[in-house]
């Protein structure tokens, strides 16, 4: 089936340092697409990135489609950065509708 | 616009009772999916929706099932709840099922005791 991985598990941070989240799908991808979960459990969107790079703010993401993974750039963090990351792989005409990796724990310490 | 919108934000339920959790999707959106969240086995696929049928199920027993309404609205149940089906539940609203794209909604924290 159909797998998400994603690296690292966790990840601590000094406020202002910069990281990168990674995604590996196993799949073709139709829909690629990049989640934070805030502390009350919503998933807000950042990005949908079936392929290329894209960029908001102080995140930008991309995602090379034929290398099958997809990458999270963080700049300059901040403490209301942390939270869980999750990519997730969907697949137009699979059996699910968007398969998630175990996600991205992110600390960002003042 | 409007997000999507689930209720209850939460609810506490015994074992063996059933329980009804609801969707509207965003204005526009035909297609709703429902997922599980637990720390064991983290984000899961329920179901999708779309016209008002289930287009595909995750591997979850049959007590859990859902339906959807002409207006898109989607509601899902759980009967005879068990200790393990404790977990967050979010339901996603995208465009269509072709356009994969999604957009979830805040959960329903549902605990079973």
């Not at chain 2, 179901?47 to 509601?75: A, C, D, L, V």
């Not at chain 2, 979830?104 to 924290?109: E, K, N, P, V």
């Amino acid at each position: 089936g159909i797998q998400v991985e994603q690296s690292p598990p966790d990840l601590i941070l000094q406020e202002g340092a910069n990281s990168t989240l990674r995604c590996n799908f196993s799949d073709s991808v139709n829909n690629l697409q990049w989640f934070h979960q805030n502390p009350w459990g919503q998933l807000i969107n950042l990005f949908y990135i079936p392929s290329g790079t894209k960029q908001n703010g102080r995140l930008s993401a991309t995602t090379v489609a034929t290398e099958r993974y997809s990458l999270l750039y963080i700049s300059s963090s901040q403490t209301t950065d942390s939270g869980v990351y999750f990519c997730a792989e969907g697949i137009q005409g699979g059996s699910e509708k968007l398969v998630f990796g175990k996600g991205t724990k992110l600390t960002v310490n003042p | 616009k409007a997000g999507v919108t689930q209720t209850p934000r939460y609810l506490i339920k015994t074992r063996g009772q059933q329980v009804t959790l609801s969707c509207s999707p965003i204005s526009g959106h035909r297609s709703v999916s429902w997922y599980q969240q637990t720390p064991g086995q983290g984000l899961q696929f329920l179901f999708e929706y779309f016209s008002e049928t289930q287009r595909n199920k995750g591997n979850f027993p049959g007590r859990f099932s859902g339906r959807q309404f002409s207006n898109s609205r989607s509601e899902m149940n759980v009967s005879t709840l068990e200790l393990g089906d404790s977990a967050l539940y979010l339901c996603a609203s995208s465009l269509d099922p072709v356009n994969t794209e999604a957009f979830f909604g805040q959960g329903t924290r549902l605990t079973v005791v």
